[in-house]
Nanobody
């Protein structure tokens, strides 16, 4: 069981930057994967970035080179640094904690809105 709270969303012009934060209610060092998803109106939820417990990272092609995910285990926090933002990045961004095993468990934050104006 873990509670997740996102922050840092807002309105930014195209080409700008935002940093999202996800604060967890417990240690995240043993959580197998911390992820950021996003969902835009009329579209399916999309996996944006992954950081595993051993700090392996992966990104959606649409954000590769622009976004960076990182863990701060000491502060039980995950960040998503977003640079060179585009209008198509507009979405609700969700923090996700995933536990791997015979059954995978997912926990979700409430989401934070990111709006990029052209």
């Amino acid at each position: 069981q873990v509670q997740l709270v996102e922050s840092g969303g807002g309105l930014v012009q195209a080409g700008g930057s935002l940093t999202l934060s996800c604060a967890a209610s417990r240690s995240i060092s043993s959580i197998h994967a911390m992820n950021w998803y996003r969902q835009a109106p009329g579209k399916q939820r999309e996996l944006v970035a992954v950081v595993t417990s051993n700090n392996s990272t992966n990104y959606a092609d649409s954000v590769k080179g622009r976004f960076t995910i990182s863990r701060d285990n000491a502060k039980n926090t995950v960040h998503l640094q977003m640079n060179s933002l585009k209008p198509e990045d507009t979405a609700v961004y969700y923090c996700n904690a995933q536990f791997w095993g015979p059954i995978r468990y997912n926990y979700w934050g409430q989401g934070t809105q990111v709006t990029v104006s052209s």
